[in-house]
C-alpha cells in the first residue's frame, strides 16, 4: 500500500495519466459505446417516463453513467449539470445552488430553496443533504419551482437520489479508491432473493478517510472520514401490493474541519470588506483544534398498491434524525481570537399518500402530504481581549428551538387535447405553523458582569442540561486560560440576556399558507421532438435568523416567505438517428420576497427583497464516431436583486450569488476493445465565469473565472465484471473558492478553496 500511494503521488504518474487520456482521444476505434446517450429512465413526473418526454428541464446520470463516468461524489454529479453549483465548507453544512437560487445563511434551522429527495424521502436539514453517494440507481436533477407533485414545494428546484433496489438474482459489487493524501475509501452492495417470491433484500456500506488538504499546526483539514450503511427489505404481498422499507445510518467522528484559509481584509467607505492581501489557500496556523461529529439514522417505508382499473395509490413514510456538532476556528490565526461552535439535534417525520390513474386521453396525480420537523441548535462564540478584539470579551452562547408541521394538498393533470399536444395543470396548497425560541446571553469578565446565575441552560429551554458558573467559564474559555479564573470571580455573566418567543414575541409563531401552480402546454410534433411552454409557481415560507452578536434586535428576527414566478420555454430533440441530443430552454424568474442572506456587522441576517433572473440553458449529447461520447452544456445568467442596502445605507441592486453569466461543462470519452476487454479514456469538467460567493457583492466575495478538469483511464476485462481506473481531479491544479465569509470588520475574509491536483486508482468488482 505504501508505495502504491507513493506511486500515486509521483508527478511522473500524473503526467503518464495525462498523456494516456491525450493520446487515448486520437485513436480510431470500432466500437459503440454510447454513454451518454443511454436512455435514462426517471420519475421527475411521478411516473416512469423516458427522460425525452418529461417537459421539464432536467439532468440524470443512470447507474451505469454514474459508475462508468467515475462519478464517485455529489460536486461530480452538479459539475456536469448545467445552472447547478454545490457550496460546502464542511459537510456541518451543504448548500445547493441551481440558477442562481440558494439559502447561504449557515443556520442549522433553515429550509433549502432546493429540495433534496433520498429514495423519495424529503430531507429539510441542511446538514444532513450530503451524505456518502454510493449504490445509485440514478441520480436526478430538475431546475426551476417544483411543488405540484413532489412532497415539498420548493421555489429553485429539486435534486433525486435513488438507491438501486433488490433484485430477484444475486447480485453486487465491491469498489476500492486508494489516492494522494493517504486516500482509501471502499464501498460494496449485495442484494438477491430472500425467501423465493415473497421478499428481496439489499444491503449496501460505504467507508472512507483521507487526510485534508488545508495544512495546519494542528492537523490537515478538509479531510474526508465517514461509514454509511443502508439496507432494503422488498416484500411482494401479492401481485398487486409491494412493500419496500429502507434504513439507513452514517456517521462522521472526529471530521478534522473547522478551519479556513485567511486572507487579510478591511472595510471599505461602503461598509464591505476589501482585501489587504491574501494568504497561502492551503496552508494556516490555528489556535482551535476544529471537527465534526455527525450521526444520522433513519427508517423509511413505500408502499405500492395496484388498484386494478389504472389506479395506483402510493404511501411514502420516513423518519431521521440528526446529531451534530461542529467546532472551528473562525479568525483563523494562532492567537486565541474567535472561536465558533454549533450542535443541532434534529428529528423529521413525513407521510406522502398519492393517487394516480390514466384513461386514453388523460394521466392524473393527487396526493397528501404531511411534514412535522424538531430542531434544538446551539451556537456559541469564544472571544478573547489579547486578540485585539474591542467587541466582545470573553463569549456568547445562543440556543434556539424549532417546530414546524406542514401539511398540504396537491394534484397535476395531462390532458392530450390531439395526438401532438398536451396541456398540463397542477396546483397546490401548503400549510406551514412554524415557531421559534430563542434565548442568548453574554458571557464576559470585567466590569461589564453583573449577577451570578445559580444555573445556565444550554441548548434546551425548558429541561436542558445546566452548566455551573465554573463550567460555564471552563466552557466559553479554553480549561487552563488565565480568564478561567477572572470569569469565575466576576460572575461569568453579565446583561444583556435575551429572550425572544411565542410568549414575549407574536412574529415568534406564524403560520405561512401559499399556492404552488403549474400551466403548461407540450407539443410532439414527432417522435424526437417535445417542445415545451410554461409557467411555474413556486412557493417556501419564512422563517427567523438567528445572530447571537449583541447588541440583538429581536424585530430584525422574521423573514416573510418567497414566491418565485417562473416563465419557461424549452425543447428536446433527438437526431441524428439517435447519435445527438440536443435538450435547451430559456427562462425568466420573476422573484418576490427572496430571503437574502448577509452578514451585516458579523450578525446574521436575512432580508426579503425581490430580484429577476433571466437564463438560457442547452446540453448536446453526441456520440459522432463509433466509441466517442460528447457532452457539452452552457448556461447563461443575468441576475438582479433590488433595494440591497449596503452597511453605510445606500441603496443599490446586485446580483444573486454563486450565479455567474456564463458557465460550462463537459465530457469527452472515447472507449475501445482491448486486450479481450475495453479500454476508455476520458476528460470532463467545467467553466464558470467571474462571480460573487455573497449577495453583498463585496469585493472580497468576487471570484474570478476558473477552469476545473479532470482525467481518467480505465480497463474493463471480459464479461464487464471488474475495471481498473486510474484518475486525476483538478489536474490543472487551479485556484479556486468554494466559499467566503466577508468578516472585513474584524480583519479577515474566510475562505475555502477546493481541493488542489488529487489522483489515484479504483479498482471494481461486480457479479450478478
Not at 445547493?96 to 429540495?115: C, I, K, T, W, Y
Not at 494542528?218 to 434504513?247: H, M, T
Not at 476558473?706 to 487551479?734: E, L, M
Amino acid at each position: 500500500m505504501k508505495y502504491l500511494l507513493q506511486l500515486i503521488e509521483s508527478t511522473q504518474f500524473h503526467k503518464v495519466l495525462w498523456f494516456l487520456c491525450l493520446s487515448a482521444t486520437i485513436l480510431s476505434p470500432s466500437y459503440l459505446s454510447a454513454q451518454l446517450l443511454e436512455e435514462v429512465i426517471v420519475t421527475a413526473q411521478k411516473r416512469e417516463q423516458s427522460l425525452q418526454d418529461v417537459g421539464v428541464a432536467v439532468t440524470a446520470f443512470s447507474e451505469n453513467q454514474i459508475r462508468n463516468l467515475g462519478f464517485t461524489n455529489t460536486v461530480d454529479i452538479t459539475a456536469q449539470t448545467p445552472s447547478v453549483q454545490l457550496l460546502e465548507w464542511s459537510p456541518s453544512y451543504t448548500v445547493f445552488n441551481v440558477r442562481g437560487v440558494s439559502q447561504n445563511d449557515f443556520a442549522d434551522h433553515l429550509e433549502p430553496p432546493v429540495a433534496v429527495y433520498v429514495d423519495d424521502a424529503y430531507i429539510s436539514a441542511p446538514g444532513a443533504l450530503n451524505g456518502l453517494l454510493f449504490d445509485m440507481e440514478r441520480v436526478e436533477v430538475l431546475r426551476g419551482p417544483q411543488g405540484t407533485l413532489f412532497g415539498r414545494n420548493a421555489t429553485g428546484g429539486l435534486m433525486h437520489f435513488v438507491s438501486n433496489k433488490p433484485t430477484e438474482n444475486s447480485s453486487g459489487y465491491v469498489q476500492a479508491s486508494f489516492g494522494e493524501r493517504d486516500l482509501i475509501e471502499v464501498e460494496g452492495a449485495a442484494s438477491g432473493t430472500l425467501v423465493k417470491d415473497k421478499v428481496l433484500g439489499r444491503i449496501a456500506v460505504k467507508y472512507q478517510e483521507q487526510d485534508g488538504y488545508l495544512k495546519t499546526n494542528i492537523r490537515d483539514l478538509a479531510g474526508k472520514d465517514g461509514i454509511a450503511i443502508k439496507g432494503q427489505l422488498q416484500f411482494n404481498l401479492n401481485s398487486d401490493v409491494e412493500v419496500l422499507l429502507n434504513g439507513r445510518w452514517t456517521e462522521n467522528d472526529d471530521l478534522a474541519t473547522g478551519g479556513y484559509a485567511r486572507d487579510v481584509a478591511t472595510v471599505g467607505a461602503d461598509g464591505l470588506g476589501v482585501f489587504v492581501s491574501q494568504g497561502d489557500p492551503f496552508n494556516n496556523t490555528l489556535s482551535t483544534r476544529g471537527f465534526l461529529d455527525r450521526e444520522i439514522y433513519g427508517f423509511g417505508g413505500k408502499v405500492t398498491w395496484d388498484m386494478g382499473n389504472d389506479l395506483e395509490l402510493v404511501s411514502i413514510t420516513d423518519w431521521f434524525t440528526m446529531d451534530k456538532n461542529y467546532i472551528e476556528d473562525t479568525d483563523g490565526t494562532a492567537a486565541p481570537g474567535f472561536a465558533f461552535s454549533t450542535l443541532q439535534d434534529f428529528k423529521q417525520f413525513t407521510q406522502e399518500l398519492r393517487l394516480s390513474g390514466e384513461t386514453d386521453r388523460m394521466r392524473w396525480q393527487t396526493g397528501v402530504y404531511y411534514l412535522d420537523t424538531k430542531s434544538d441548535a446551539g451556537a456559541g462564540i469564544n472571544g478573547f481581549a489579547d486578540s485585539g478584539w474591542s467587541l466582545f470579551i470573553g463569549g456568547i452562547r445562543g440556543e434556539w428551538r424549532d417546530d414546524v408541521e406542514s401539511y398540504s394538498f396537491f394534484g397535476q393533470v395531462d390532458f392530450d387535447l390531439s395526438e401532438q399536444f398536451t396541456l398540463v395543470t397542477g396546483l397546490r396548497y401548503s400549510n406551514d405553523d412554524k415557531k421559534h425560541s430563542f434565548h442568548a446571553r453574554h458571557y464576559s469578565t470585567g466590569t461589564y458582569a453583573t449577577g451570578n446565575p445559580n444555573a445556565t441552560s444550554i441548548f434546551d429551554n425548558a429541561t436542558g442540561p445546566t452548566l455551573s458558573v465554573a463550567e460555564s467559564c471552563d466552557y466559553f474559555f479554553a480549561p487552563g486560560d488565565p480568564l478561567v479564573p477572572v470569569c469565575i470571580a466576576a460572575g461569568g455573566f453579565y446583561n444583556p440576556e435575551v429572550t425572544y418567543n411565542p410568549s414575549t414575541d407574536a412574529d415568534a409563531k406564524r403560520t405561512f399558507d401559499d399556492i404552488s401552480a403549474k400551466v403548461q402546454i407540450e407539443w410532439t410534433p414527432n417522435d424526437d421532438t417535445l417542445i415545451y411552454l410554461g409557467y411555474n409557481r413556486g412557493t417556501k415560507g419564512g422563517n427567523w435568523a438567528t445572530p447571537i452578536f449583541f447588541p440583538l434586535d429581536t424585530s430584525t428576527f422574521a423573514h416573510d416567505g418567497e414566491v418565485l414566478n417562473s416563465y419557461e420555454i424549452g425543447t428536446k430533440l433527438t437526431f441524428l438517428d439517435g447519435r445527438a441530443r440536443l435538450n435547451a430552454s430559456a427562462f425568466y424568474y420573476d422573484y418576490e420576497n427572496y430571503q437574502g442572506f448577509t452578514l451585516l456587522n458579523l450578525a446574521q441576517e436575512i432580508t426579503n427583497l425581490d430580484a429577476e433572473v433571466v437564463g438560457a440553458e442547452a446540453e448536446l449529447f453526441l456520440t459522432p464516431v463509433e466509441g466517442l461520447d460528447l457532452l457539452v452544456a452552457i448556461a447563461l445568467l443575468d441576475s438582479e436583486v433590488k433595494g440591497f442596502t449596503k452597511p453605510n445605507g445606500d441603496v443599490v441592486n446586485r446580483e444573486l450569488p454563486q450565479a455567474p453569466t456564463f458557465s460550462l461543462n463537459f465530457v469527452a470519452r472515447y472507449e475501445w476493445p482491448a486486450f479481450n476487454g475495453t479500454l476508455a479514456a476520458q476528460v470532463d469538467g467545467s467553466y464558470l465565469d467571474e462571480q460573487f460567493l455573497a449577495l453583498d457583492n463585496s469585493p472580497v466575495s468576487l471570484e474570478p473565472s476558473y477552469w476545473d478538469v479532470n482525467a481518467r483511464v480505465s480497463y474493463t476485462g471480459p464479461g464487464d465484471k471488474w475495471t481498473i481506473a486510474g484518475w486525476v481531479k483538478n489536474f490543472t491544479d487551479a485556484e479556486h473558492r468554494i466559499y467566503s465569509l466577508d468578516v472585513g470588520g474584524a480583519g479577515f475574509v474566510n475562505s475555502l478553496y477546493a481541493p488542489p491536483l488529487s489522483a489515484g486508482v479504483t479498482v471494481s468488482y461486480r457479479w450478478e
